[in-house]
T-cell receptor, first 109, second 113 residues
């Protein structure tokens, strides 16, 4: 079983739609959680951290459920520029980041 | 403010050869991590360097080795290349106490034939 599992997609949505991605992790000792974004043939970039209380950054909302070992990312009012691969990332406190395989989002006009 | 830089951009090697990839961290960062990203997969952690020492290693064989220099730049060496080593190699820099905010370079795309 992979340490971090994501639906690979692709998710094809029209501009303005709301889309949600989910991710599960297997190590209950995981300490911190993140979403990274990776554009085609580019490097990953930190999108946002994820906290148990939930956090929001503009159109993006991230949520963590430690009991279910589940992380989510919600994107409201999708823009064409949101098209990318979204990587769920977990840190187990060993200083290494563990990445999921990513979920591909394609926002269409 | 210079971000993370990596060289070369692309590299083609033959099976059995050795390769060295280079990375300069973002200004102010002293911790460097290396990742391997195969097509369609997320980055896989290789190792991390801090104060010129390897302080964390992922599940990669000893053919993968590294080094960090006093100016915090780093090298990744891979010996006895296999076809399966073909991938994008990403370097990321961070502050030593940072839990998850890592800044990635553009990567080196290695093709082994």
């Amino acid at each position: 079983r992979k340490e971090v599992e994501q639906d690979p997609g692709p998710f094809n949505v029209p501009e303005g739609a709301t889309v949600a991605f989910n991710c599960t992790y297997s190590n209950s000792a995981s300490q911190s959680f993140f979403w990274y974004r990776q554009d085609c043939r580019k490097e990953p970039k930190l999108l946002m951290s994820v906290y148990s209380s939930g956090n929001e950054d503009g159109r993006f909302t991230a949520q963590l459920n430690r009991a279910s070992q589940y992380i989510s990312l919600l994107i409201r009012d999708s823009k064409l520029s949101d098209s990318a691969t979204y990587l769920c990332v977990v840190n187990t406190g060993r200083r290494a980041l563990t990445f999921g395989s990513g979920t591909r989002l394609q926002v269409q006009p | 403010d210079a971000g993370v830089t990596q060289s070369p951009t692309h590299l083609i090697k033959t099976r059995g050869q050795q390769v060295t990839l280079r990375c300069s961290p973002k200004s102010g960062h002293d911790t460097v991590s290396w990742y391997q990203q195969a097509l369609g997969q997320g980055p896989q952690f290789i190792f991390q360097y801090y104060e010129e020492e390897e302080r964390q290693r992922g599940n990669f064989p000893d053919r993968f080795s590294g080094h960090q220099f006093p100016n915090y730049s780093s090298e990744l060496n891979v010996n006895a290349l296999l076809l399966g080593d073909s991938a994008l190699y990403l370097c990321a820099s961070s502050l030593p106490w940072s839990e998850g905010e890592q800044y990635f370079g553009p990567g080196t795309r290695l093709t082994v034939t």
